[in-house]
């Protein structure tokens, strides 16, 4: 039996150290929010929060985060900055066919956790690993310039 | 473009149909049927875009709408949802000719049962081009149904009554009902014969090629709720994986599955 601190929550899952953190989340655990794209860390789909920073779960034992707090898409709408972002892609109108855009908003997310106001570069630097088949990569750079606006605002 | 009539009729009028109305008072009929039977039998199965696909269209309101007690309109979304935002158009459409309040659509995805939904293809670009009239007819048969309803709880001719955004008034008493109010009385009547429908001008659309419609499906998406083929779970359901060669254009030469049925629960 593996403990897992998951959005809150301690989770008690009967599975194997080297299990992926995406399949206990998903498949063990139950929240589907968090998505399978390629299960080699290359596209961004699986992207979640431990401890805060984003990680891609399909690449992450879940014996190595043991006692380290999870978060996922699904929990999000509790984070105070998490819903500025969703808000903000929203406004935006991003998703077309949304199967990318959990694993997008996480890491925009951590990006504005960790800095609030980042530059163009800033924004390509952080979110370069999270791919758009639909190709919506412009509404998602509008939308988190929108979310750090926003956070700036509330700021002042 | 020249605008039509205000008292403008769908007429769901075929060539065959035609000729029939025109033969009660001349002679042509007559002559066609001696000329070409063939050609004219032809004319009657044969069938074009969305009637020639299998299993065709369904215009049948009680097929694709619902409306709640509380006014929560459901439509039945017919299509696969990829990106291309069907499940927000063809809601959009039916909740336009309906002169519903967006606020208060839900959609629900159709099975895959094409006797009860018609075609279920979703390719070709063709959900719109196929299904935007039979989807207003839904929309327009459902209005008209709200409007007879309120018309017989008032007492009332039903040409006083009129439907807009939501609920149905009867403009010389300044009486209103909801959808919600009238969804069961409505339910009970009988769906309005295609030609006796009337459907919107452009002039009168509330949705149709109008900005500002935010994608029904938005909100479940940001929040990680939207369900995708990966997130249905049955209990029970194996799942399948392809194993491919190595190299390309590589063929099987032999199979042998004795160490992959060791893993657990391989079957």
Redesign the interface.
């Given at each position: 039996m593996i403990t897992l601190k998951l959005n809150g929550q301690d989770h008690s899952l009967d599975v194997t150290e080297d299990m992926p953190l995406l399949w206990a989340i998903r498949d063990v655990a139950g929240y589907n929010g968090t998505k399978f794209g390629c299960g080699m860390g290359l596209c961004g789909a699986c992207t979640i929060h431990i401890d805060g920073a984003p990680a891609r779960s399909c690449i992450t034992p879940i014996g190595a985060v043991k006692g380290q707090a999870i978060s996922t898409i699904d929990n999000l709408h509790t984070d105070p900055i998490g819903q500025v972002v969703q808000q903000a892609w929203l406004d935006t109108a991003v998703a077309q066919c949304g199967y990318c855009q959990g694993g997008q908003i996480m890491s925009a997310t951590a990006l504005l956790k960790t800095n609030p106001n980042p530059s163009d570069a800033q924004i390509e630097e952080a979110m370069v690993g999270n791919i758009c088949r639909c190709g919506t990569y412009n509404r998602i750079k509008t939308a988190i310039r929108q979310a750090a606006t926003h956070l700036q605002e509330a700021k002042a | 473009m020249s605008a039509l009539p205000a008292d403008f009729v769908l007429n769901n009028l075929s060539r065959r149909g035609f000729l029939k109305g025109v033969g009660a008072t001349g002679a042509l009929v007559v002559a066609a049927s001696w000329g070409l039977p063939d050609a004219f039998a032809a004319d009657a199965v044969k069938k074009y875009g969305g009637d020639a696909m299998p299993h065709g269209l369904i215009d049948d309101p009680k097929v694709y709408v619902s409306i709640a007690t509380d006014g929560t309109v459901t439509v039945i979304c017919n299509r696969s949802?990829?990106?291309?935002?069907v499940r927000t158009s063809l809601s959009l459409v039916v909740a336009d000719e309906l002169d519903a309040d967006w606020a208060h659509v839900k959609v629900q995805q159709a099975p895959g049962d094409e006797v009860r939904y018609g075609n279920q293809d979703t390719d070709g670009s063709r959900s719109m081009r196929h299904w935007y009239e039979p989807m207003r007819r839904c929309g327009a048969s459902v209005r008209a149904m709200l409007e007879q309803a309120a018309a017989e709880q008032w007492n009332v001719p039903v040409g006083e009554c009129r439907a807009q955004l939501h609920k149905v008034i009867h403009q010389p008493s300044a009486r209103e009902l909801g959808y919600g109010e009238l969804a069961t009385a409505a339910g009970a009547l009988a769906v309005p014969a295609r030609d006796s429908l009337r459907l919107k001008q452009p002039s009168e659309f509330r949705y149709i090629g109008k900005e500002g419609v935010?994608?029904i499906?938005?909100?479940d998406?940001?929040?990680?709720?939207?369900?995708?083929g990966?997130?249905v779970h049955f209990a029970g359901m194996l799942y399948a994986t392809v194993a491919r060669p190595k190299v390309y254009g590589g063929k099987v030469k032999s199979f042998d599955a004795s160490a992959a049925l060791k893993v657990p629960g391989v079957v």
């Amino acid at each position: 039996m593996i403990t897992l601190k998951l959005n809150g929550q301690d989770h008690s899952l009967d599975v194997t150290e080297d299990m992926p953190l995406l399949w206990a989340i998903r498949d063990v655990a139950g929240y589907n929010g968090t998505k399978f794209g390629c299960g080699m860390g290359l596209c961004g789909a699986c992207t979640i929060h431990i401890d805060g920073a984003p990680a891609r779960s399909c690449i992450t034992p879940i014996g190595a985060v043991k006692g380290q707090a999870i978060s996922t898409i699904d929990n999000l709408h509790t984070d105070p900055i998490g819903q500025v972002v969703q808000q903000a892609w929203l406004d935006t109108a991003v998703a077309q066919c949304g199967y990318c855009q959990g694993g997008q908003i996480m890491s925009a997310t951590a990006l504005l956790k960790t800095n609030p106001n980042p530059s163009d570069a800033q924004i390509e630097e952080a979110m370069v690993g999270n791919i758009c088949r639909c190709g919506t990569y412009n509404r998602i750079k509008t939308a988190i310039r929108q979310a750090a606006t926003h956070l700036q605002e509330a700021k002042a | 473009m020249s605008a039509l009539p205000a008292d403008f009729v769908l007429n769901n009028l075929s060539r065959r149909g035609f000729l029939k109305g025109v033969g009660a008072t001349g002679a042509l009929v007559v002559a066609a049927s001696w000329g070409l039977p063939d050609a004219f039998a032809a004319d009657a199965v044969k069938k074009y875009g969305g009637d020639a696909m299998p299993h065709g269209l369904i215009d049948d309101p009680k097929v694709y709408v619902s409306i709640a007690t509380d006014g929560t309109v459901t439509v039945i979304c017919n299509r696969s949802e990829m990106g291309q935002g069907v499940r927000t158009s063809l809601s959009l459409v039916v909740a336009d000719e309906l002169d519903a309040d967006w606020a208060h659509v839900k959609v629900q995805q159709a099975p895959g049962d094409e006797v009860r939904y018609g075609n279920q293809d979703t390719d070709g670009s063709r959900s719109m081009r196929h299904w935007y009239e039979p989807m207003r007819r839904c929309g327009a048969s459902v209005r008209a149904m709200l409007e007879q309803a309120a018309a017989e709880q008032w007492n009332v001719p039903v040409g006083e009554c009129r439907a807009q955004l939501h609920k149905v008034i009867h403009q010389p008493s300044a009486r209103e009902l909801g959808y919600g109010e009238l969804a069961t009385a409505a339910g009970a009547l009988a769906v309005p014969a295609r030609d006796s429908l009337r459907l919107k001008q452009p002039s009168e659309f509330r949705y149709i090629g109008k900005e500002g419609v935010k994608a029904i499906d938005g909100a479940d998406i940001v929040n990680g709720r939207a369900v995708y083929g990966a997130d249905v779970h049955f209990a029970g359901m194996l799942y399948a994986t392809v194993a491919r060669p190595k190299v390309y254009g590589g063929k099987v030469k032999s199979f042998d599955a004795s160490a992959a049925l060791k893993v657990p629960g391989v079957v």
